[in-house]
């Protein structure tokens, strides 16, 4: 089973900082990491940046498309106008049907702000516990929605890729 994690963080570097325990606990075999992105959010920017991890995924990761709509979808939605809403809403339904709803994006919406930053996991069979004991710095908030196998599969549908 794939899950989905986000980890929000309490400044805008602290999501950045991880890379190396992820990496460690990849190659102790106690995660198995699909994909990964990061939102940073400095206090003094009106929007976040973001970047895919790819040095931590091989074959299997999600394509830049599905991050790219994902955080659109979260962060740029009211900057975006109503024509662009449209598509947006037929995506978010797509999303929807993959366990990416609308409390999902809201809650992320309403976490991760300016001063912020996130790490985005999809991964196998994780435990977030063996992650959050792992995490650099003053620790980080969870917040999840799970993929099963199917929805994974949908996922990858949706954006074009293989399953892994």
């Known amino acids: 089973m794939s899950t989905l994690t986000v980890w929000k963080f309490r400044t805008a570097e602290g999501a950045e900082s991880v890379e ?15 994909d990964a992105a990061v939102v940073s959010w400095p206090a003094d920017r009106a929007k976040p940046r973001t970047k895919q991890l790819l040095n931590l995924v091989g074959a299997g990761a999600l394509s830049g498309t599905f991050w790219g709509m994902l955080f659109g979808l979260i962060f740029l939605m009211p900057l975006l106008g109503a024509a662009i809403g449209a598509a947006a809403g037929a995506l978010g339904g797509k999303l929807a049907d993959v366990g990416i709803d ?22 196998m069979n994780e435990v977030p516990e063996r992650i959050s004991a792992q995490l650099p710095g003053d620790g980080a908030e969870l917040l999840h929605s799970n993929l099963d196998t199917e929805r994974e599969a949908k996922l990858r549908d949706i954006f074009g890729d293989e399953t892994v």
């Open 102 to 123: 609308d409390d999902f994006i809201a809650e992320v919406k309403e976490k991760v702000t300016p001063g912020t930053s996130a790490l985005f996991l999809l991964t």
């Open 20 to 34: 190396e325990a992820l990496k460690s606990l990849q190659k102790e075999g106690l995660i198995k990491i699909l």
